[in-house]
């Protein structure tokens, strides 16, 4: 294991910023990085299970093959390199043939989560201006709801759609891959929402070291791993952390095309011998609510566990420490970041449980108030990345956007975070989710975390709700188990039972049961609209009077 400080150290003085790529920043090629420089030996690029019981194993040779004729397929129907191809397609090999394809011929790849409606689909494609959308039969309906969509592309079209394997076998196996630039985008990424309207960015060729880095160090992803990230490539934590950072490594990645469940992620961590696994929260929290089921699948099984989107919960770092007898680390990062907040699986450094982590290397990150200055440890402030002294920020802003994330030589990141005196760094809240009742300041997760130790929760959204006493008073929305029943008993058990693991001002004076909370498609929770619903109700009600 690498020592922290002189991982860190490396990064301060510029060293190692190109080592895990093949040539130059001024001269990149994303599927070159990413399969033309694994493709001599016959290596592993993909392990792929099907919904249906169907598996498949593609090596980095046989997808350099198939990226050449999509991307001769592209190239004949007047596509360039810098323009969009949209994917609207699940986890299956044409997903990795298109996301290559498109970056053979130097063009960006713009992902659509499965799960969207025509309207979050058509919001897309008309920013990104989309020369063609690949997607498969399941999905095709949609988009004749979408005004002015691109041309289709689609797996076993039918009508008059052009059908993807036809039209690549009409294709010659051979295209020379288009330079770009390390400044030249390769991705068109859209925020997950949580706040508010996606905004759209640009991710450049220059980002990807930084995804090798966050998988070797805080992942510590290493060639004798067998590795599985659960997030879907709709996303970026998916299209960054297991397609593009995997595979510039040359190392195997896994899909399985199916919702998630249970069973599914028991079943495909033992038929592939997982050993390093990562995913979300809500992911972890599930397969906490059933370890009864999964822990006698998985005790053993892994080595190393990383989660991103949302803090865990100390309940779930308890049960896979002593449940699974593993490691599960919390990482931090944003759609416009990458993970730069982590505890690292393979650099040395203390673990300080509920924390987030350190700087990644090749980033310094820092806590600031209001007028930009850094805070010592101890007080709350924005997490902010010092972009003079971090060699792998590649964050260039949001396309045909003006943003206030620049300010001072710093990018702002919205977060409210707190230093610790060990040098690592908690997280707190969104800073608009940070609640403040009768003068005193309240993170949401604290709360959060306290109500999910209670054997009766499975998940829990806490905000502040307006009150003309106290500016807002604490309010949980809670999630149970099956077999509790909601009611004011266990509102006044729950009540209690946070008060006495935090203190008499954090404590939720109201909670509210509900069967799901609202969540991006990529899972993370939008307390936004859980607030926004609150303060209708007090609007209501005070022109009600």
């Not at 080592?19 to 399969?35: D, F, I, P, T």
């Not at 592993?44 to 040779?61: H, K, N, P, Q």
């Not at 510039?248 to 079943?267: I, P």
């Not at 924005?382 to 956007?401: C, E, K, N, Q, T």
């Amino acid at each position: 294991m690498r020592d922290y400080p002189t991982a860190a150290r490396e990064f301060d003085h510029g060293r190692a910023i190109q080592a895990s790529l093949a040539g130059s920043l001024e001269a990149l090629n994303a599927c070159v990085e990413c399969c033309d420089r694994h493709a001599q030996a016959e290596r592993v690029a993909l392990y792929w299970e099907g919904s249906d019981g169907r598996s498949a194993t593609w090596t980095f040779s046989q997808l350099k093959d198939e990226a050449a004729r999509f991307a001769n397929f592209l190239h004949s129907r007047g596509v360039r390199p810098g323009d969009c191809v949209s994917g609207l397609l699940p986890r299956t090999p044409e997903l990795l043939i298109t996301i290559l394809g498109t970056w053979r011929l130097g063009a960006v790849y713009q992902p659509l989560f499965t799960a969207f409606g025509p309207k979050a689909i058509e919001h897309r494609v008309k920013i990104a201006g989309s020369r063609l959308l690949v997607t498969d039969a399941a999905n095709r309906a949609k988009l004749d709801e979408v005004e002015q969509a691109p041309p289709v592309l689609c797996i076993g079209a039918a009508g008059g759609d052009l059908d993807f394997w036809t039209e690549l076998e009409r294709q010659p196996a051979a295209f020379e891959p288009v330079m770009r630039s390390g400044e030249d985008p390769f991705l068109l990424m859209f925020t997950s929402g949580t706040t508010g309207l996606p905004k759209p960015l640009e991710v450049p060729l220059k980002a990807i070291p930084a995804f090798v880095g966050y998988l070797r160090d805080a992942v510590g992803l290493r060639p004798e791993d067998s590795f599985w990230n659960l997030a879907d490539p709709g996303w970026a934590y998916g299209l960054y952390y297991a397609v593009t950072g995997p595979l510039a490594m040359g190392h195997a990645t896994t899909f399985y095309e199916g919702a998630f469940s249970v069973e599914s992620t028991c079943r495909i961590i033992r038929k592939y011998a997982i050993t390093n696994l990562a995913g979300s929260p809500t992911a972890y929290r599930l397969l906490l609510a059933a370890k009864d089921e999964a822990t006698p699948l998985l005790k053993g099984r892994l080595r190393a566990v990383s989660s991103a989107g949302e803090p865990l919960t100390p309940e779930v770092i308890r049960w896979f420490a002593e449940g699974l007898g593993t490691t599960i680390h919390d990482h931090y990062g944003q759609t416009e970041l990458g993970m730069v907040l982590c505890n690292h699986h393979d650099l040395a450094h203390p673990v300080r449980l509920g924390a987030a982590g350190f700087a990644v290397p090749g980033h310094r990150v820092v806590v600031l108030d209001e007028a930009q200055r850094e805070l010592p440890p101890g007080q709350p402030g924005i997490l902010a990345v010092d972009m003079a002294r971090s060699p792998l920020f590649w964050f260039p802003g949001y396309r045909g956007m003006a943003t206030k994330s620049f300010v001072g030589g710093y990018y702002l990141s919205g977060d409210t975070v707190e230093l610790n005196e060990d040098g690592s760094i908690s997280f707190v809240g969104r800073s608009d989710d940070v609640i403040t009742t009768s003068g005193y300041r309240v993170g949401p997760f604290d709360v959060e975390s306290a109500l999910i130790e209670h054997p009766a929760v499975i998940e829990a959204a806490v905000i502040g709700k307006p009150d003309p006493d106290r500016t807002e008073l604490v309010k949980a929305f809670v999630v149970l188990h099956a077999r509790y029943q909601p009611g004011a008993e266990l509102a006044d058990e729950l009540q209690q039972y946070v008060r006495k693991r935090l203190s008499a001002h954090a404590y939720p004076r109201e909670i509210e049961f509900v069967a799901e909370l609202p969540k991006t498609p990529s899972g993370k929770i939008q307390r936004f609209l859980l607030r926004n619903q609150e303060i209708a109700k007090a609007q209501a009600a005070t022109a009600a009077h």
